[in-house]
């Protein structure tokens, strides 16, 4: 190992750990020592409380009430039933108070047992010392006023001696002054957060409302005492308004209350004793949280301890470098040639995707887990570990792309040795129903080849109308060039692939290099001269240049595509050029004959044939050279329609060569290929399987947000996970996108926006492909058409409806979330923000398909010249010309006129 690249690793992974020292300093509090006046305690466990219907032992109340009694004198309980009744006699035993309560709900039936045991429990135990008859009841229009003003009546007169009040918040007992006449005392209920209050200004407005009950007493001139039977803080859960729920919250508020309780004799009970987890089904994610020990009978630092938010923290930081720093000198040790400023950038980002994951197993593993949490999961979890994946891949192709060493490519022929020869080269170009005038066009380019040897294939497949195959026939007949030859194939098989199999059997037998290009490219005269001789080396089984289009300043349309296109010429064939594991195109490429037929010609089973034979090469042995000068330019589709038509093919085909030739692209299966070369394959369609696991977390965040809607006090939105595959993946993609073209293709800042806001509207077409490429194997073959109509604004509109319609669903989820809870939950409205970020692909294509179909957007039209049909065919049609329909086939018949 280099050690460098030791440093660097252990640099990194010190800097990482050191983050959860800097997130982890301790607040500065002085710990409250002493006994609090009491505590709110409610029995149940995780695995018994009222969602299974079990109740907690003896034993387990038991050990409870002594972990209790070590902090406080008296409890206060909510209901008399189940577990709840043994209390006071175990609290008895104890030397513990207790404030007995009944549960009052709407069923009076219920509301009898609940009254009668509370009048046996206070009769029956000397630890009973006053008694609460409901909680929150009219808060929660459980029962009207006079209703329960009647059961205060009836157990004051059932427990005479022993004083009764009610529970409620400060507000009612404020709105409700004639509950003040019924009771004893008046038991309060004051929590700052639920009313939103941020942490620093929670104590003195608590202290105000309990003054304001005061001056409500005292204005009827009554002389009761007030008790706070509900005051706290969470430690954990969503922010209300101003009011964060954390640990270090929770003991700033609890030890500063106490402190100003003790001197302002104010008496109160902490909610709660134990964290309830059951309690996250009914009153989300807040109400399992309020406890002064956890769930699993751990004492919290809230009131004693030091104040962090994580207190493990020492374990998280030794488990980022524990796991980071050998994954970082892993992924350094691997020959990627670079500088020592993207081996440091490298080092980030393996080292960022650890502590992200650690994170994540922090919040998580410091949560009860409802079945919403379960679910999420389950479904969000293992794609984001593949979106943290390809996140890394991603930086691997930016600093392959920004700080590479000296590179491994080819960049000249070799120099020619012996007697080697330009070789004989076959150019195949397969069409389909394409317009004969740019046929003619690609043709008559060909004819200007600077070469001395080479024959030229037009191989027409499937193309039905007479009127647009015949003209083209017929200009090659016209050339009386016996090196240009036309083929018509009438209902053949296997699409463009069948075409190219059928031209290779037709190859003249002394051609040693097949040739092919798109029905409307034309290439510059040099094309063959300059890329032949790096033949002159036998591993060489492919030579690629770059795609390239004329038409990119037609509109600006086109002039976005163009810049999108570029991009993977002027970036990933580069890096991939450096591991020999390009990405054959169907054009512009040249093609070894002994080994196109060594490795069985073209696949006509992948709608993607052209990349499907450059990784049978690959496995095969040979080598490739990527030059990125261009030879040849062709035409782009001429509406958002069909550009997304044709990268969706893309995808799905890539999805296809990844099944069809999984066992040589997975790393534990054939070495077929060098792992250089697997993992080009597998990082250049990883972007394609993110855009696929963004779609399912886009109907993942859709259905939450109903949740939401539906149960707003149940469910909570999942931002933990949301937060780094939304928002996270969203930001470094474009950002990465926008430096590289900044620092490596040359367009101006304005194409480069254009060019992010093209890709961008693909996203949905590709992740639908991946989906689909995934579980189906039969999809058509897709012409990207060329030089078609421009649609109408109509079109342009159905052309991304389905977009559209799911834009609307993106916003309208998040502006109805943001009306129901966002003026109360700031993190709903974060929430909001990524549903409205998850629609800015679905936008884009939108405004693509705009852009496309708005003559605002036109410049001028392709300059294609009038009659150059006419001018190019003689007068009549030969009756005689042959139509160079293979055996067996039935010519279509035509007109001799």
């Not at 305690?41 to 009694?69: H, K, W």
């Not at 219920?110 to 009219?138: C, F, H, P, W, Y």
């Not at 296809?656 to 697997?678: N, S």
Request: glycine share 8%; net charge neutral.
């Amino acid at each position: 190992m280099r050690l460098s690249n030791a440093l660097i690793g252990l640099l990194v992974a010190l800097l990482f750990a050191g983050a959860w020292v800097l997130l982890n300093r301790p607040v500065d509090e002085e710990p409250w020592t002493q006994d609090v006046s009491g505590l709110t305690y409610t029995p149940f466990r995780e695995d018994a409380n009222p969602t299974n219907g079990r109740e907690p032992t003896l034993a387990q109340v038991r050990e409870d009430l002594s972990l209790m009694a070590g902090v406080t004198s008296q409890l206060r309980t909510y209901s008399t039933t189940g577990a709840n009744y043994g209390i006071p006699t175990m609290a008895d035993q104890m030397g513990l108070r207790v404030m007995a309560g009944a549960w009052i709900d709407v069923d009076a039936e219920k509301n009898r047992q609940e009254i009668d045991n509370l009048v046996a429990m206070a009769l029956n135990s000397g630890s009973v010392s006053r008694v609460t008859v409901g909680n929150e009841a009219i808060y929660k229009n459980l029962v009207t006023v006079p209703e329960l003003i009647a059961y205060i009546r009836e157990v004051k007169r059932r427990l005479p001696g022993i004083p009764v009040s009610t529970a409620e918040p400060y507000g009612v007992w404020l709105d409700h002054p004639e509950l003040l006449d019924e009771v004893d005392f008046v038991a309060v209920h004051i929590l700052p957060f639920w009313n939103g209050i941020p942490v620093e200004d929670a104590v003195a407005w608590t202290l105000g409302n309990y003054r304001a009950v005061q001056d409500a007493l005292k204005a009827r001139g009554l002389d009761k005492r007030v008790v706070l039977t509900e005051v706290g803080w969470p430690s954990q859960g969503l922010q209300r308004q101003g009011a964060v729920a954390s640990p270090v919250n929770q003991g700033l508020f609890l030890r500063n209350f106490v402190r100003e309780a003790k001197m302002a004799d104010i008496e109160y009970f902490i909610i709660e004793g134990f964290d309830q987890p059951w309690k996250a089904e009914f009153e989300g994610g807040v109400g399992a949280y309020w406890g002064v020990w956890d769930g699993h009978r751990e004492l919290k630092p809230a009131l004693q301890g030091t104040l962090v938010n994580y207190q493990n923290w020492r374990w998280l930081a030794g488990a980022t470098i524990l796991f980071g720093l050998p994954f970082v000198l892993w992924m350094l040790r691997a020959e990627l040639g670079l500088a020592g400023r993207g081996r440091f950038f490298l080092a980030l980002m393996g080292q960022g995707g650890v502590m992200i994951g650690v994170w994540i197993y922090a919040t998580y593993s410091g949560r009860y887990l409802t079945w919403f949490d379960i679910v999420a999961l389950a479904m969000i979890a293992p794609a984001t570990i593949l979106l943290l994946a390809i996140f890394l891949i991603e930086g691997v192709e930016m600093a392959l792309n920004l700080w590479l060493g000296q590179t491994r490519r080819r960049l000249v022929p070799p120099p020619v040795k012996g007697s080697w020869h330009l070789p004989k080269v076959s150019i195949h170009v397969p069409c389909y129903n394409e317009p004969p005038e740019m046929m003619i066009d690609t043709i008559r380019a060909l004819e200007q080849l600077d070469y001395p040897d080479f024959e030229v294939l037009i191989i027409d497949n499937n193309t039905r109308d007479d009127a647009v195959w015949r003209p083209v026939e017929a200009y090659v007949a016209s050339l009386d060039r016996p090196n240009f030859r036309f083929f018509h194939l009438p209902k053949w098989p296997g699409f463009k692939a069948g075409a190219l199999n059928y031209g290779l059997s037709q190859t003249h037998p002394q051609a040693e290099i097949v040739a092919t290009i798109d029905s409307d490219y034309i290439v510059r005269p040099d094309w063959l001269k300059n890329l032949a001789p790096h033949f002159a080396d036998p591993n060489v089984a492919l030579v690629q240049a770059p795609q390239d289009y004329r038409d990119g300043g037609d509109d600006l349309f086109k002039r976005m595509c163009f810049w999108e296109y570029a991009g993977f010429f002027h970036l990933g064939m580069k890096t991939r050029d450096e591991q020999n594991a390009i990405i054959q195109h169907g054009t512009m490429a040249l093609i070894r004959k002994a080994a196109l037929q060594q490795v069985g010609g073209w696949g006509e089973w992948c709608i993607t044939e052209d990349a499907e034979l450059g990784l049978r090469l690959f496995k095969a042995g040979y080598r490739a050279i990527y030059t990125e000068s261009s030879y040849g330019k062709g035409l782009m589709p001429d509406s958002f329609d069909a550009y997304r038509k044709q990268r969706y093919r893309w995808a799905y085909g890539a999805m296809t060569i990844l099944k069809g030739h999984a066992r040589d692209l997975l790393p534990f299966g054939r070495r077929a290929l060098e792992p250089g070369q697997r993992y080009q394959f597998l990082a250049g369609w990883m972007p394609w399987i993110a855009d696929g696991l963004q779609l399912l977390f886009v109907f993942l965040a859709i259905f939450w947000s109903l949740g939401m809607l539906a149960f707003p006090d149940k469910v909570e939105p999942p931002l933990t996970l949301y937060l780094i595959v939304t928002l996270g993946m969203f930001f470094f993609k474009i950002g990465k996108s926008v430096w590289l073209y900044a620092r490596k293709v040359p367009c101006s800042f304005a194409d480069n926006l254009g060019a992010a806001l093209a890709g961008l509207s693909l996203s949905y077409a590709v992740s639908k492909a991946v989906w689909s490429g995934l579980f189906t194997s039969s999809l058509p073959f897709h012409r990207t058409p060329k030089l078609e109509n421009q649609p109408a604004l109509i079109r342009g509109l159905v052309a991304a409806r389905e977009e559209t319609a799911i834009l609307l669903l993106l916003v309208g989820s998040g502006i109805a979330v943001m009306w129901q809870r966002g003026a109360v939950e700031p993190t709903t409205m974060l929430w909001a923000i990524l549903l409205f970020v998850q629609a800015l692909p679905f936008l884009a294509a939108l405004v693509m398909s705009m852009i496309n179909v708005l003559p605002v957007f036109k410049w001028r039209r392709p300059a294609i010249v009038p009659g150059i049909v006419a001018a190019a065919l003689p007068a009549k049609l030969p009756a005689d010309l042959p139509a160079h329909t293979p055996a067996g086939v039935q010519p279509i018949a035509r007109d001799p006129a």
